[in-house]
T-cell receptor
């Protein structure tokens, strides 16, 4: 079974703090994604990566950065957390192919981040 | 702009059938996905349509019409465990997934 894990299920941070969210997948997938999910909105893509050290901006990259030093690990960084970044953050991965390819995405359990 | 529309919430009775609709307007089309998401959990893959027609898998069927920009998910013999949100997503011409906001399905005994 594909397994995607995220470093925390729940996280509370203060405004202005630097926040690291980590995602690890164990299926040797090339593509990895970070989304945020808010009530009443569809999943919104923040960043994705199709190879080590490669990254592409998604629809809402402002206020976020990412790091992919190893194939299995994709980190999302909030440089200076703000209250409007309170959300559920979901990591996903897929096998190789055109940025996401034709495969379904495998999701981690999510991190519910609250910024106070 | 790109848009995926689904009903926000639906209610159905245990043992019955429910149809969840999804309409889309996207720049190009490279497949439509349905995912299930239980409260507080990750989305899990249910079905994939790229051609027109009906795909059946046990209690679940998914229909797609590209010309109409339309899909539905049909769940039969509903069980309480089917209470969840159902997310429709379309892969556009850039192979990016565009997600609907999801339909919360409530099953009553």
């Amino acid at each position: 079974d594909v397994k995607v894990t995220q470093s925390s299920r729940y996280l509370v941070k203060r405004t202005g703090e630097k926040v690291f969210l980590e995602c690890v997948q164990d299926m040797d997938h090339e593509n990895m994604f970070w989304y945020r999910q808010d009530p009443g909105l569809g999943l919104r893509l923040i960043y994705f990566s199709y190879d080590v050290k490669m990254k592409e901006k998604g629809d809402i990259p402002e206020g976020y950065s990412v790091s992919r030093e190893k194939k299995e690990r994709f980190s999302l960084i909030l440089e200076s957390a703000s209250t409007n970044q309170t959300s559920m953050y979901l990591c996903a991965s897929t096998p190789s192919g055109l940025a996401g390819g034709l495969y379904e995405q495998y999701f981690g359990p999510g991190t519910r981040l609250t910024v106070t | 702009g790109q848009n995926i529309d689904q009903p926000t919430e639906m209610t159905a009775t245990e043992g019955a059938i429910v149809q969840i609709n999804c309409t889309y307007q996207t720049s190009g089309f490279n497949g439509l996905f349905w995912y299930q998401q239980h409260a507080g959990e990750a989305p899990t893959f249910l079905s994939y349509n790229v051609l027109d027609g009906l795909e059946e898998k046990g209690r679940l069927s998914s229909f797609h019409s590209r010309s109409k920009g339309y899909s539905y998910l049909l769940l039969k013999e509903l069980q309480m465990k089917d209470s969840a949100s159902y997310l429709c997503a379309v892969r556009d011409s850039n192979y990016q997934l565009i997600w609907g906001a999801g339909t919360k399905l409530i099953i009553k005994p």
